[in-house]
């Protein structure tokens, strides 16, 4: 590993000032007790590509200021980075949404550290570039009670009822449900404390429920202390039936669709509330907005979020903006104590309600798809709500969260066995999530255990059967335990009217035209074996076989790996069957074509397509735009799909993908373990590696060269040098974040094309975050001033501009600028035309791209990499982002090295940042229920 400089490289002529702390290059702060501040930018693009714990964390103190300013000029004292993105805050009010009064919250006074949900463990990151979108926040709003008669049906779409005279008594079925709240409150509160055991919480009868609090004061329309104020819409409330997740406590029926009134906050009675007039639609959002004192510019995307009624929502609700993307609590604050004035109260159960989903949509932005009860009411008391226990109580009680019982491994307990002796309890948490993030986890997992246990195994090679010989025999193919619905198709009629149907009825009636005519049923074992044996290496001869024998696989390896699910495609469509590969990006897809056309037998002489059309990129699949298409019943049309590159696979993606998969295909999940997780929540590849749900394959392919030496010594935790001798690897220190900068100018528009050759439109420069003064914002600047300098003159980029364009969250496709029109920005992304229109080019949607993020540069390889690792963001350092980071330059890669030992801690010390979710456990839990029936039987 060379430390020198490249040929004609020459140190920078003038120094910067050394990165202070509040220009930090991560986005996102950590905060004290193991949350953090939401990243430095708030656009909706990033919100998704900048993952969990992919970007810094470097420690903030003070309070988050709100005021714009320069990315990179120091704010104020204990602030925050600056957040300057368009469209992403409500600009000039930001100054002006501070804490409630004179009564600064402990997150305004300390610091910021709440903003970003409350993770688990000590990362719990809020996406460390700008992941502060909020997802629509109308379901975590505060019910009115009922007034009357006229209680609302739980999961309505009814309006909340106007406060009257009887708005402070309760009917019968609002007490019962603040009766049921309060016990659930109570038992939480008593399996935290150790008083009493989860198992009981979810079995046992609740307990009574606490005293009733005092009703409201009567003829009061203040929404301070009590759920006065009318909401727009009740929020949904889901059963486990809907959800088909574990058991979760009841709410009583009977119409309430939220508790009573909470007590009543002491003090003098607030004035009443001002009028706001409402005018329909959206010029009637933009004068709430603008009585609030937040930018209109927020008016589309609030009626967005809140739909027809965002304005009559706003007025009655406005805490109801942190629905929309890019809103913080202090930004909402502000708004709702201009429209309430001194009606307006930290105690408000609104405020509290839409607090709950903030931070549970913040925690999801951070990778987690669930937080523990405990974090998040320390979440909430940190935002200065009163009651954080109410408020989660409430919350429950409406169904807008949702609450779980998640087993907790003990290293060196034995699992426990499915006798008679299985009645030793096993340590559990209490997890509360949104239902969104619930329902995609509890899909995935029985989309994935439906796949493993509807699959039928083909024909064994040792039964010498007449009808052994083709493997289609329904004696020889025994369907997965605890496939009873497999087992009953079974009509012999069936079988023999389908010589080339799928093993399955709802698969047989789909495909009985000509698209079934070109493949068998299933090749034989000794088919499979010998397709296994004419693999070019034994990894993917392995990987042959453990696909021949189970509808679900895990292969892991690194980027010399991607050759074997690219040899058990070729091998399954030389047997007819259906096969595709699948990757994030265009970039992974190409070289997954690359790799087919090696491993393809000889198509002129077999006669078959060419075999890069089994190469689809996951967007393109989903959305029909490539591969095979669906069928009649809106299945996809194959019999074997390969996931690559399955790390950055986020829950809500994956239920789309498992869903769309019929009973009996087969799926692999293929990718490197050691690269950063995905950008939404979730880590499903590590949760099913994990659980051992599935055969799993571990190629044994190394990574040749300097680069794949470096890479998988990080990969295991050590950082030794590596024998570059054509300089392959460069490490070039630096003191600061100004020199940090210089010196990546000079080595990509100048070193590595004059040493290596390689141009600097095939370089990428990859930093740990967006903010601070070698963040990406800075090194885009500079490098746009070196390489592609002008006006900007379309939204700030200029034809021949490196982009970066988000599509969808969590996807980032590279691009160059090639004009603009009246339809929007014009780019070029891997060879494919793309119009951007100009409310996404403003909304954040494309940013200049010379310099990436890992998150966003994971998926995709150059020729060369220049990572920079300023010490303002050592922070953001962990061994999954430095191997990410790393092992994205084919031929070359160069390290800015600024971090000094910082770098070898994150690599030896801090494997990954963790994430709290629940599909292992759902996994194990579909283990479990699989092997009871053969032993009862």
């Not at 024909?459 to 496939?483: F, H, K, L, M």
């Amino acid at each position: 590993m060379s430390t020198d400089r490249l040929a004609g490289e020459t140190p920078p002529g003038q120094e910067a000032a050394p990165g202070t702390a509040e220009a930090q290059t991560p986005d996102d702060a950590a905060s004290p007790g193991g949350a953090a501040a939401p990243g430095d930018d708030a656009t909706v693009s990033e919100g998704a590509a900048e993952a969990p714990g992919a970007e810094a964390e470097a420690p903030a103190s003070g309070a988050e200021s709100g005021a714009p300013g320069a990315d990179t000029g120091a704010p104020a004292s204990g602030s925050e980075p600056s957040r300057s993105e368009p469209g992403t805050q409500p600009s000039g009010s930001e100054s002006g949404a501070p804490a409630f009064g004179s009564e600064p919250s402990p997150a305004a006074a300390g610091s910021e550290t709440e903003a970003a949900a409350p993770g688990a463990d000590t990362e719990t990151a809020a996406p460390g570039a700008d992941t502060e979108t909020a997802a629509p926040g109308a379901e975590t709003e505060a019910p009115a009670p009922g007034a009357g008669a006229e209680a609302q049906v739980p999961g309505s779409d009814t309006d909340a009822k106007t406060p009257g005279a009887d708005a402070a008594k309760e009917s019968p079925a609002s007490g019962a449900a603040k009766a049921t709240a309060d016990a659930l409150a109570a038992a939480v509160r008593a399996v935290e404390s150790g008083e009493r055991s989860a198992a009981s919480f979810f079995n046992d009868a609740p307990r009574p429920a606490r005293p009733a609090a005092p009703a409201a004061q009567p003829a009061k329309a203040a929404p301070q202390g009590a759920p006065t104020g009318p909401a727009p819409e009740s929020p949904r409330q889901r059963t486990a039936q809907e959800t088909g997740g574990p058991a979760r406590p009841g709410v009583a029926d009977g119409g309430a669709t939220g508790p009573a009134a909470a007590p009543a906050t002491t003090g003098p009675a607030p004035a009443p509330r001002p009028a706001v007039p409402v005018t329909p639609g959206i010029e009637g959002v933009r004068q709430v907005l603008a009585a609030g004192g937040a930018p209109e510019t927020l008016a589309e995307q609030a009626a967005e979020v809140l739909g027809e009624r965002a304005a009559e929502a706003l007025s009655e609700d406005p805490w109801l903006l942190l629905g929309v993307p890019g809103v913080r609590p202090e930004q909402a604050d502000g708004f709702a104590r201009a429209l309430l004035g001194a009606a307006c109260g930290p105690g408000d159960e609104r405020r509290a309600q839409a607090l709950v989903g903030w931070l549970l949509e913040q925690a999801a932005l951070a990778g987690h798809s669930a937080l523990e009860a405990a974090a998040l009411r320390a979440a909430l008391d940190q935002r200065s709500v009163p009651d954080p226990g109410d408020a989660l109580q409430s919350a429950i009680a409406d169904g807008a969260v949702l609450v779980f019982q998640d087993a907790i491994d003990e290293p060196g307990r034995a699992r426990p066995a499915t006798g008679d002796d299985e009645e030793e309890e096993q340590p559990v948490r209490l997890l509360l999530g949104l239902d969104r993030f619930a329902m995609a986890e509890e899909s995935v997992a029985d989309g994935l255990a439906r796949l493993l246990n509807t699959f039928e195994a083909v024909a064994e090679p040792v039964q010498d059967t007449a009808s052994a010989e083709t493997g289609d025999a329904p004696a020889e193919a025994e369907p997965a335990a605890g496939d009873g619905a497999a087992a009953a198709d079974g009509p012999a009629a069936a079988e023999s009217a389908a010589a080339t149907a799928p093993a399955t009825d709802a698969h047989t009636d789909t495909h009985t035209d000509d698209d079934t005519a070109p493949r068998p049923v299933r090749p034989s074992a000794a088919a499979w074996e010998a397709a296994a044996a004419a693999a070019p290496s034994p990894s993917a001869a392995e990987l042959i076989r453990a696909a021949a024998h189970s509808g679900l696989v895990t292969h892991t390896g690194a980027e010399a790996a991607r050759a074997e699910p690219a040899a058990l495609i070729a091998a399954a469509r030389s047997l007819g069957l259906r096969a595709f590969g699948a990757t994030h990006t265009e970039n992974g897809r190409r070289r997954l074509a690359a790799h087919l056309t090696e491993s393809a037998p000889d198509t002129t002489a077999t006669g078959s397509a060419d075999p890069a059309t089994a190469a689809l990129t996951v967007s393109g699949l989903l959305s029909g735009r490539q591969g095979p298409g669906r069928d009649a019943d809106g299945a996809l049309a194959l019999d074997l799909l390969v996931m690559l590159d399955a790390p950055q696979l986020d829950l809500e993606t994956a239920a789309l993908l498992v869903e769309s998969l019929t009973d009996g295909t087969r799926l692999v999940l293929s990718g490197d373990p050691g690269v950063l997780w995905s950008a939404g929540p979730g880590r499903l590849f590590a949760d099913l590696l994990a659980a051992r749900f599935c055969p799993q394959v571990a190629s044994r392919t190394p990574d040749f060269g300097p680069i794949g030496e470096l890479v998988s010594g990080i990969g295991i935790g050590e950082l030794s040098q590596v024998e570059a001798p054509g300089k392959e690897v460069v490490i070039v220190p630096v003191r600061d974040a100004g020199e940090a900068v210089h010196r990546t100018v000079q080595l990509v528009a100048d070193s590595v094309p004059r040493a290596l050759g390689v141009p600097a439109d095939h370089t990428q420069v990859i930093t740990v975050g967006h903010g601070g003064a070698a963040g990406t914002r800075a090194l885009n600047a500079a490098l746009k001033e070196r390489l592609n300098p002008g006006p900007g003159r379309f939204g700030g980029f200029d034809p021949g501009d490196r982009v970066a364009y988000t599509p969808a969250p969590g996807r980032t496709a590279p691009g160059t600028v090639t004009g603009a029109d009246a339809a929007g920005l014009h780019l070029d992304c891997d060879g494919s035309a793309v119009v951007v229109p100009r409310e996404q080019v403003g909304a954040g949607a494309v940013r200049h791209g010379w310099a990436l993020t890992a998150h966003q540069a994971a998926g995709t390889r150059w020729p060369a990499a220049v990572v920079v690792l300023p010490g303002d963001a050592t922070g953001g350092l962990t061994r999954a982002w430095v191997y990410t980071a790393f092992s994205r330059g084919e031929r070359h890669l160069s390290v800015v090295q600024g971090a000094d030992q910082a770098l070898a801690r994150a690599v030896t010390e801090v494997p990954v940042k963790e994430r709290t979710t629940r599909l292992r456990s759902l996994l194990q839990q579909s283990v479990q229920t699989t092997e009871e029936p053969p032993a009862a039987g």
